[in-house]
C-alpha cells in the first residue's frame, strides 16, 4: 500500500476511521474537509496532516487519494490529482483492500449496522481477538469504531446505499433487514436494491458464513439456498411477542441453516435482558445495556458472528454487556429537572418506530418525539410512513427538512405537511410543527412535565435541540416542579 496518503473529506465518519487505521498501520496520512471539527482535531493529534478547506496544494508529495461519496467531482484536489496521474480511490475501495485481504466480517442491511458492528468490534477487542475495526458511526463510553489489529478478522459496516458493499468480498457477511431506502442510487426501484443485496451474498467467501435476520432471509431465501455448498447460513430473530414463531417454523430452510432467537425478553430502560437459544438449546441469560427490542435482535447478530468467530458464548455474553451502544444510538444526553433527553439518528420510518416502542416500553414515562426529517426527495418518499410513525409518541413535533446540497426543494413536500399528516393519525393534541429548530426548547418548555422523556431523531443537525433544552431546563424547569 502507498506510503502517503490524502484524504478528501477526511473529517467524515467513515473516512476518518479508515485514516485512524492507515495510521496504526504506519501510513503518512494528510486530509481535508470543509469544516473544521473535533474530529480533525483527533487525528491531527493521531498524527494526520489536516487542512480545513480544498485546495490543490494540499496533495503535494500525496501516492494516493481516497476521496468520500460527498466529494463533488470538480474538487480542486481530485482534479489535481488526476492531472498528476496519481492513483484514486473511493473510500469503499479503501476499505475493500483492509476487509479483503483479512477474514472480513462485513456488515450490511438497512437498520441496525453501526450498532451490530460496534458490538462485535467490542466483544472481539475485549476478547483478545485484536480485530481491525472501521465503523461507520463512533461509539459511547470509549468503545472501539476504529483501530488497526493484528489478528485476522476485519471488522466493517458494509454500505448498500450505494451498492459499495460489492466490492467487499467477506469470510462473514451479516445482513441486518432489506428495505427500500436510498432507492434514488437504485433509479427509482425497489428490485435493483434488492438484486443488489442478491450479489452481495455472492461475495461470501468459500466456506463463510452468511448471518442474516428472519425477514431479510425470506425475501433472499431462493439464492441463499443456492449458496448452500459454498457456504453457512445462520438466520436470527426475536420470541414470539410479535406474533412469530421460532426461525425453523417461520421458515422454509434449507438442510444447513442454523439459527438464534431470543426468549423471555425482559426491558427495563436502558437495558435488555434475554434468553438466547441456538437451534432449540437455550445458552442462558444475556443482559446488554442498550434499549429496546431492535437492539435485542442486534446483539443475536453480534452472538451469532462472535460464535462463528470460534468463542464461547458465556465469554461473549460477558463482554457484550459492556458495550453502551454507538454515538447517536438512543444517546443519553442529559437528565434536568426530572426530564431525561436522548438523541436518535433515526431518520427511516423504521428506525422511528423502534426508538419510540424502546423509550415507551422500557421507561413506562411520557415520550416526547422531535423529528427532524432528511431531504426532500427522502421526505416525498417516506412522506405517508412517517405520518403513521409516532403513534408511541405522547407529543410529536416536527420541524423543518434539513436539506444538504445538492438537494432543492420539492412542489407539495413540507415539514409542515407532514406534521398535519401525523396529527390526522394520532390527533392534533398530540403533534407541534415547530418549523424553525432554534425556537423548539424555548417553545418546547412550558410543555414539559417531569418525569418526560425527550428523543431528538434525524440525521441531518436535530442533536443540536437536545443539548440545548438539557441546558436551558438546567436554568430554568418545568411544569409540575
Known amino acids: 500500500m502507498a506510503e502517503h496518503i490524502h484524504m478528501i473529506g477526511i473529517g467524515g465518519v467513515g473516512m476518518s476511521a479508515i485514516a485512524t487505521v492507515l495510521l496504526e498501520m504506519g501510513h503518512k496520512v494528510s486530509g481535508s474537509d470543509l469544516k473544521d471539527s473535533e474530529t480533525l482535531h483527533r487525528l491531527q493529534q493521531e498524527g494526520a496532516g489536516v487542512f480545513v478547506g480544498h485546495e490543490a496544494s494540499h496533495i503535494e508529495g500525496a501516492d494516493l487519494i481516497v476521496y468520500s461519496s460527498a466529494i463533488p467531482k470538480h474538487n480542486p484536489e481530485l482534479l489535481a490529482a488526476g492531472k498528476q496521474n496519481i492513483p484514486i480511490l473511493h473510500r469503499s475501495e479503501m476499505l475493500a483492500r483492509l476487509l479483503n485481504d483479512k477474514l472480513g466480517i ?65 469470510h462473514i457477511a451479516v445482513i441486518t433487514s432489506v428495505e427500500a431506502d ?219 427538512i434539513y436539506a444538504p446540497p445538492p438537494e432543492v426543494p420539492l412542489p407539495g413536500i413540507t415539514a409542515k405537511r407532514l406534521a398535519k399528516l401525523v396529527a390526522e393519525d394520532i390527533g392534533e393534541d398530540r403533534v407541534m410543527f415547530i418549523g424553525d429548530k432554534e425556537q423548539i426548547s424555548e417553545r418546547l418548555e412550558p410543555v414539559l412535565e417531569n418525569d418526560d422523556l425527550v428523543i431528538t431523531m434525524g440525521a441531518g443537525d436535530i442533536w443540536q435541540v437536545a443539548h440545548e433544552l438539557v441546558e436551558r431546563l438546567e436554568h430554568t424547569g418545568v411544569q409540575g416542579l
Open 106 to 170: 462485513a456488515v450490511a442491511g438497512a437498520h441496525g449496522k453501526t450498532t451490530i458492528t460496534g458490538m462485535i468490534a467490542h466483544i472481539l477487542t475485549k476478547l483478545e481477538v485484536d480485530p481491525t475495526v472501521l465503523a461507520g458511526g463512533e461509539m459511547q463510553n470509549q468503545c472501539v469504531h476504529a483501530r488497526w489489529g493484528e489478528g485476522h478478522y476485519v471488522v466493517a459496516e458494509a454500505d448498500e446505499s450505494d451498492a459499495s458493499f460489492l466490492r467487499y468480498f467477506p
Open 182 to 400: 436510498h432507492l434514488e442510487n437504485f433509479g427509482g426501484r425497489a428490485g435493483r436494491l434488492v438484486a443488489s443485496y442478491k450479489s452481495f451474498l455472492g461475495n461470501i467467501k468459500a466456506g463463510g458464513v452468511l448471518i442474516i435476520s428472519r425477514d431479510a432471509y425470506k425475501i433472499l431465501e431462493d439464492e441463499i439456498k443456492a449458496l448452500e455448498n459454498k457456504i453457512s447460513v445462520i438466520v436470527y430473530g426475536l420470541d414470539q411477542a410479535n406474533g412469530d414463531v421460532g426461525f425453523k417454523d417461520s421458515i422454509n430452510t434449507a438442510t444447513n441453516v442454523d439459527g438464534y432467537r431470543a426468549e423471555e425478553i425482559k426491558l427495563v430502560e436502558s437495558t435488555a435482558c434475554f434468553y438466547v437459544y441456538f437451534n432449540g438449546e437455550c445458552l442462558g441469560e444475556c443482559c446488554i445495556s442498550v434499549p429496546g427490542r431492535y437492539n435485542v435482535e442486534n446483539a443475536l447478530a453480534a452472538i451469532a458472528v462472535a460464535r462463528s468467530a470460534g468463542l464461547e458464548y458465556s465469554e461473549i455474553f460477558r463482554a457484550l454487556g459492556g458495550f453502551h451502544g454507538a454515538h447517536r444510538r438512543f444517546e443519553w444526553i442529559g437528565t434536568a429537572k426530572g426530564v431525561l433527553v436522548y438523541d436518535d439518528y433515526a431518520h427511516h420510518p423504521t428506525e422511528i418506530k423502534n426508538a419510540l416502542k424502546a423509550a415507551k416500553t422500557g421507561f413506562n414515562r411520557r415520550v416526547i418525539a422531535i423529528f427532524q426529517p432528511q431531504r426532500y426527495s427522502r421526505t416525498k418518499l417516506f412522506m405517508h410512513e412517517f405520518s403513521q410513525s409516532f403513534k408511541e409518541a405522547d407529543i410529536a413535533v416536527i420541524t423543518d
